[in-house]
């Protein structure tokens, strides 16, 4: 079965701090990892992918993730945080493969940026 | 480029009511089609899913049935609400095949009293 894991429901910073907030994951096979963003009471917006080459891939608004194969992790990083970056961030995987393009979905981590 | 549409975006419906969720794509053909539900601003849950008109997958037994009527419309039913049917819905559509990403309607609040 795949399964996303974000451990931190909660992750407060300070502005101009660097953030990362972690996303570990399990699947059969090769994944496809994504990030999404919902700020209260829209939808989710993509921020970036990883599908294959470099572990670092760079998305929207200033973040990164990291992959890594070995830990089975893929951490969403931005070197200095801004108040507008608070909001509720999901992590997801995919199949390699998969044509229905399922997406399981981490709980989401409630991002907290103080001014 | 593609739009995602979602109406109504809040509804109040009382306990026992039907409800009718509808959503639309522009842009794009021959989608892949998702309705989630997100509960108390958290977790995503899957409800239904189509890879063509009338093809719907169910992913969790409930009140609330899906239709595809067209290949860009996606449709959430209920005969009759429960409170427990409250949240967040999302529709959501992505490429068929590949490592594309999924987009996102603007959701709807449903409220069952």
């Known amino acids: 079965a795949q399964s996303v894991a974000q451990p931190e429901d909660q992750v407060n910073v300070a502005e101009g701090n660097p953030l990362t907030v972690k996303c570990t994951y399990s699947?059969?096979?090769?994944?496809?990892l994504f990030w999404y963003v919902q700020y209260p009471n829209r939808g989710l917006q993509f921020l970036l992918k990883?599908?294959?080459?470099?572990?670092l891939v760079k998305g929207s608004y200033g973040f990164e993730a990291e992959f890594n194969k070995s830990q089975t992790s893929f951490h969403l990083k931005k070197p200095s945080a801004l108040v507008s970056d608070s909001a509720l961030y999901f992590c997801?995987?995919?199949?390699?493969?998969?044509?229905?393009?399922?997406?399981?979905f981490g709980r989401g981590t409630q991002l907290t940026v103080w001014p | 480029s593609q739009t995602i549409h979602q109406w109504p975006a809040t509804l109040v419906q009382p306990v026992g009511s039907p409800l009718s969720l509808e959503c639309t794509v522009e842009?794009?053909?021959?989608?892949?089609l998702y309705w989630y539900r997100q509960a108390a601003g958290r977790g995503l849950q899957l409800l239904f899913y189509?890879?063509?008109?009338?093809?719907i997958s169910s992913e969790v037994p409930q009140n609330l049935s899906a239709s595809r009527p067209q290949d860009r419309q996606f449709i959430l039913s209920s005969k009759k609400l429960l409170l427990s049917d409250s949240g967040f819905y999302l529709c959501?559509?992505?490429?068929?095949?590949?490592?594309?990403?999924?987009?996102f309607g603007p959701g709807t609040r449903l409220t069952v009293t």
């Open positions: 959501a559509w992505s490429v068929r095949a590949g490592e594309y990403e999924q987009y």
């Open positions: 842009g794009t053909s021959n989608p892949n």
């Open positions: 997801a995987v995919r199949v390699r493969g998969s044509t229905l393009g399922r997406l399981y």
């Open positions: 189509s890879v063509g008109i009338g093809q």
């Open positions: 990883y599908i294959t080459g470099d572990n």
């Open positions: 699947v059969s096979g090769n994944p496809y």
